[in-house]
């Protein structure tokens, strides 16, 4: 009974032209990819984090490897531009408690066919003040930012495969 119900399930996929959104980024950015990272000053640790969220979804959403510059089909070129925070939310007293961390990512990619595609995306995330404890605040805006970045890592893969059904 299960083999039947494998069999439907695979010749629906099939039968409807169905790929993995990992096929078409394929055909775009290659086997191999060498990701580019551009620090953003002012928060260093999350554009390395960034870059290891995207080393992460190319290997495992994308089923490519991750390769030396010189080897490598395509190269990413990473960098966070901006992150801002907007006051969302403010006590009886005027204090702010809630911030929105709106973070603003350049993506860029060159393959080896010559091809090459740039993509501005932002994402955000709203996270809590303490104002009795900086550091949970800081802490709360360190994990806003990733969650921010990380929503523009999935649209990025997106766009990505979105070139290569193109």
């Known amino acids: 009974m299960r083999f039947f119900l494998a ?5 629906f ?20 990819v060498y990701v580019k990272l551009i620090v953003n000053l002012p928060n260093p640790e999350n554009s ?3 870059k290891d969220i995207l080393n992460r979804a190319i290997i495992s959403r994308f089923q490519n490897t991750l390769t030396s510059q010189k080897d490598a089909d395509s190269i990413i070129t990473i960098e966070i531009t901006d992150v801002s925070d907007t006051s ?11 911030y929105r961390a709106t973070a603003y990512v350049t993506f860029t990619y060159k393959n080896k ?9 932002n ?3 709203d996270y809590s003040v303490s104002l009795e404890n900086p550091l949970t605040t800081y802490n709360n805006r360190f994990y806003a930012i990733e969650q921010a970045t990380s929503q523009t890592v999935d649209k990025f893969i997106t766009q990505v495969s979105y070139q290569g059904k193109m």
């Open 7 to 11: 069999l439907g399930i695979f010749l």
């Open 13 to 32: 996929f099939y039968g409807c032209g169905y790929l993995p959104s990992a096929y078409y980024a394929q055909k775009v950015l290659g086997d191999s």
């Open 48 to 50: 390395v984090q960034l």
């Open 88 to 98: 969302i939310a403010t006590n009886e007293q005027g204090f702010t408690t809630f």
């Open 113 to 121: 066919r010559g091809q090459s595609k740039t993509f501005k995306n």
């Open 123 to 125: 994402g955000y995330y």
